[in-house]
């Protein structure tokens, strides 16, 4: 099954948004508290699910 345009695109715009919303989560976290900047984006992303 060959997904239409319209959903690729959708699906990019979600990947890319939720991104950015990672990214905007580490650095806020990171600026709050400096001793989880050394903590890999992997183990954070588990703890946010």
Request: charged letters at 10%.
């Amino acid at each position: 099954m060959i997904p239409n345009p319209t959903q690729l695109s959708n699906l990019s715009i979600i990947c890319v948004s939720f991104k950015l919303k990672v990214v905007q989560e580490l650095t806020t976290q990171s600026a709050r508290t400096p001793a989880r900047t050394n903590m890999s984006p992997l183990v954070y992303l588990q703890e946010l699910i």
